[in-house]
């Protein structure tokens, strides 16, 4: 079930990438299919929860399957909150970090995607969380960044407020990722 | 003890929406009050934390008592700075959505009022999770809307920064209360 | 281990001390030692939970050692923050009451020093989350005034929102103590 919730933080991150390269026309279409593919997340958070709650044994801790549900469910709804704050704010021209950002968030999904079957046998999940905490420490560099380019003078203060929404919803995004991997170190760490 | 706390949280939305018509010389006074309502919620939480952390067996998991109290004692805080920055900030006029907000946290306040009692009996609890859970996503739109408002040009950059921590502090409560409607879940499907 | 992060979390507060005071040419060497404490902040982190994953038995709750090792580390990577952004957006002046904000910062820090050896005997813990939890209250007082003060109509809004966050970044750190002293309570009730 955690892999269906990864697989669906790919297509949502695919959808953020298409986002970028989209006219305004095109925005309104893609918003409607990540809102879809939230609600499907929702629905396998759900899933996931329902079935922990009604389960006497749990394969791991019941509060780090809680923990790891909650943080990909997460993930999910800040990438829509974003692509959904592009269409709302009207935003005209996004700032060229905000590529690197998506691209960051991209490369997380699919080595989570990636990572999730392994939570059976416990294989390459070192390879995995170490990853994603250096792609968080890359994230967190490339947002203070975008935050000092928006802050540069260059744009109108209200340009500079809807950018930064933007942005800070993205950076959130990244430390979600990074919180499964936290949660995927701590199972992998008990079970060893 | 969460009956409560969740009673104080209806007097604190009753003081929030109090707030909205009130002139400005009647509002030191309402956030007055509020104050004292965020101690007394203060006081509800730390005797819930108290009795949970000296009993030896507890009705419920731990860790679920720690999060509802927790969440309970999130809404007043937010509530009550609310209140206060509309205060300190000398905001002349609310933007029309804030009503909305706020008539969307204090139906969720006398919802979460009315469930407490019901986690003796466990009765009736799915239809308040899931309607607390369809007023979040309402809460939510009506936010997202309202900062589309903000940014629309009309309002100066500094007016909009001092608007959006008040209208970001009341969609935090309504986050809270998600939380709490989450929690009632978890508890009642443990229980069943 | 906790003593080591809390004695690393004064070095911190230190450093965020003497940037106050720095110019310019300082600032940059300031934030690089920043930057060190908060590799060696997370090595300590990381060692703590290590240790706790392997342990099948432990002094105090999983979640308990887990909740005050994360706020632990929070705390740093929130001072942290401040210090980058401070360079990084070339602050010229910072308001005054961001000295009040980091002196608060500063004395929660040495409390927090001193309490953890006191874990093991259980001694005084009352006296520190009393005064940590008057701290943030105190914290939270400056803030609000300070962010009222950045609006009052002197700053551009540009520079408004530069400050903003750093202010809002050092008050997350005061929220994070209220964390630790939180956990330290629970913990403490739980063993008497």
């Given at each position: 079930m955690f892999?269906?919730?990864?697989?669906?933080?790919?297509?949502?991150?695919?959808?953020?990438?298409e986002l970028l390269g989209a006219d305004s026309?095109?925005?309104?279409?893609?918003a409607e299919r990540m809102r879809a593919a939230e609600h499907a997340g929702d629905d396998a958070t759900h899933a996931i929860l329902h079935?922990?709650?009604?389960?006497?044994?749990t394969p791991f801790d019941r509060e780090d399957i809680y923990r790891l549900a909650s943080s990909l469910d997460d993930i999910m709804d800040f990438m829509e909150e974003a692509v959904d704050?592009?269409?709302l704010y009207q935003v005209e021209q996004l700032p060229k970090g905000v590529e690197q950002q998506v691209e960051v968030l991209s490369r997380a999904a699919e080595l989570t995607a990636e990572a999730m079957p392994n939570?059976?046998?416990?294989?390459?999940?070192?390879?995995?969380?170490i990853e994603v905490n250096r792609l968080e420490?890359?994230?967190d560099q490339i947002h203070r960044?975008?935050?000092?380019?928006?802050?540069?003078?260059?744009y109108d203060a209200i340009e500079v407020l809807k950018l930064k929404q933007i942005v800070d919803v993205l950076e959130e995004a990244a430390d979600a990722f990074e919180k499964v991997a936290n949660t995927i170190e701590t199972i992998a760490v008990k079970e060893s």
């Open positions: 892999a269906a919730s990864a697989d669906n933080i790919v297509t949502g991150s695919k959808l953020l990438m026309s095109a925005r309104a279409e893609i079935q922990l709650n009604a389960s006497f044994i704050l592009v269409v939570l059976r046998t416990l294989a390459h999940l070192p390879e995995f969380w420490n890359q994230a960044k975008l935050l000092a380019h928006l802050f540069n003078g260059k």
